[in-house]
């Protein structure tokens, strides 16, 4: 019975939601009386939050004389190594980023004397990443801007709703990087907006893998 309305809301949203096309999520718990109007507005402001986040980093990292991605694979080294070399995996893994892409920013940080590169003995291909004291002197000169700004970032948000919402990212990394992938499979794959493949996956039951 359940999934049989599940399958009768998403079938409303793809047939309405107030546009050429219908609504643009079929789940339910994101309608509201068959219109993803709310849901849009939820999508719009993160959108807001993510495009503020990376001007805030890359702010930070001009603080530092760094680019925003160089300022965070810093702050990994510094926090992940407590003293110790860290490998360039946990910096990636830590980042949600490719190693390619820490070994290009690490070769940056080195030649501006904020990192040091030695081999990994357990690994002959892997690199291990350690602080200079120039680089330790740099993470502790940027701590007290860093307490200002995410003072002002998460004001009036209490330990409960920290707590939910650090867990809800954790959940959405890996649902973003599955939407990603099926996004970029449409694109690979030249799919028209009209095409009805999607529409045909977004009817199926709400157990399945949508994003």
Do not use: W
């Amino acid at each position: 019975m359940a999934d049989r309305a599940a399958a009768r809301a998403a079938e409303r949203a793809i047939n309405g939601g107030g546009r050429p096309g219908g609504a643009t999520v079929t789940r339910p718990a994101f309608l509201v009386g068959g219109s993803d109007r709310d849901f849009r507005v939820f999508v719009y402001g993160l959108l807001g939050v993510s495009v503020r986040m990376d001007r805030l980093r890359e702010a930070v990292g001009a603080l530092m004389g760094l680019s925003g991605l160089q300022y965070h694979v810093l702050m990994v080294i510094a926090e992940q190594g407590d003293g110790e070399p860290v490998r360039v995996r946990a910096v990636a893994d830590a980042l949600h980023v490719t190693g390619a892409y820490v070994t290009m920013e690490t070769r940056k940080l080195a030649r501006l004397g904020l990192i040091a590169k030695r081999a990994d003995p357990e690994d002959r291909r892997g690199v291990l990443l350690a602080l200079t004291p120039a680089g330790r002197d740099a993470v502790a000169a940027i701590a007290p801007f860093l307490r200002d700004i995410n003072d002002a970032l998460f004001e009036g948000i209490d330990r409960a709703e920290y707590a939910r919402f650090r867990d809800l990212v954790a959940r959405m990394v890996p649902n973003a990087d599955r939407a990603l992938r099926r996004a970029e499979r449409f694109v690979a794959d030249r799919v028209r907006p009209d095409t009805p493949r999607p529409r045909a996956r977004a009817a199926r039951h709400q157990g399945d893998e949508r994003c």
